[in-house]
């Protein structure tokens, strides 16, 4: 979700750009082809130590942690690269990616984007529904996340995505707790007012597509 205020707006867009190249070039350099050489099977034995968190399949029924099923793949690599290098820190994520080679972690991915995310029982405020759309606009969400928020490449897909876990996110990128790779969220959600925190969790959280 980006900031389109006139002072900020050009370095969102220059360093949008230029992640883009970065982790298209750590893609080449750091992870194997998803799409050719990962082995779904296998990310999905990987997996089953994941259910009791993230779901059966990557729906998570827990609010406070993400569901993975449909995630774009390049995200989850992403995550867990990030969690395994210490750039994010999680009491239980941090020890599980700490272990986890290139190549499980673009299995883990192939096989979580490759599964149906479950539809979403979040049925968003009359007033999230009402202003939601706008203010994606206004902060380029849906720029940077996809038009339908499902993601691209290695920005995650939020439609659907657990209300809690991402009112957490949004409060995090703003308090500048939230560990960011680009610094696009935290910018963005710094002009953030509460109450538009709570409108676009909910909002994004009752999507289903």
Known sequence: MKNTSSHSYPRVVAATAATFFLFTFLSNLIFVNTASAADIETGRQKAQVCIACHGAAGNSEIPEIPALAGQTAQAITTALYQFREGNRKNPAMSPFAANLSNADMNNLAAYFASEKRAASIRVSSNDAVAQGPELAKKYNCVQCHGPLLL??????????????????????????????????MSSAASILKDNEIEILADYVAGLNH
Do not use: S, V
């Not at 659907?160 to 409060?171: I, M």
């Open 151 to 184: 993601g691209q490449q290695h920005i995650p897909r939020i439609a659907g995505q657990q209300h809690t876990y991402l009112l957490a996110q949004l409060k995090g990128f703003k308090a500048m707790t939230r560990a960011d790779m680009d610094g696009n």
